[in-house]
């Protein structure tokens, strides 16, 4: 497509035009995804599963599980609260959002509310629950400015930053009331 509206455009100049626009594509994704790759490879390099296939180490019971086991290990300085672990899992979640999918984080956000579930004295899924919401409005449209949301700009003719910052507030008051109902009726 981008090679035929060259052509049209102005036949002489197309090619060029069209390396100019595949550089300044690459530049531009790198710049913005730089920042996605070491954040997704510590959620991804913190669950076993993941860590198996990515180290190569044919049993994924005996794989590093790198955030696990910090976590595992630092659990005894955590309070037993449900609230306290609710919210914690929700700031998991929104960090694992930051890779602007808002999906990629959710087995680790499993395995992490499975982990607090017993000592915190709540159902597991509820935790689980909590940490996706947190992923998925963060990740996937609301909070960061690579995700969905450019689309959305783009739609309402207004700036990706300026819409970030607009809905910064509503959204963590929204998810900041949802994980409170969640802990106190589910």
Sequence with gaps: ML????LFRDYR????EVSDH????FVFAFKVMGLVIPIAGFFFMGSGEFSASILGVNDPDHAPAFLFDLVESSQHAIPD???????GILILGMISGL???GFSGLPLIGSLSDAF??????DPATL???GQIGAIWVGGGTLVAWSPIIAIAGVAKISVLDLVRKSFIPVIIDLTITTIF????L
């Design 3 to 6: 090679i035929s509206i060259s």
């Design 13 to 16: 100049r197309s090619l060029k």
């Design 22 to 25: 595949i550089v300044k594509g």
């Design 81 to 87: 609260n449900a609230f306290i672990t609710g919210f």
């Design 99 to 101: 890779d602007g999918s």
């Design 117 to 122: 579930a017993t000592s915190a004295g709540v």
């Design 128 to 130: 689980a629950a909590i």
């Design 182 to 185: 969640g802990l106190l009726f």
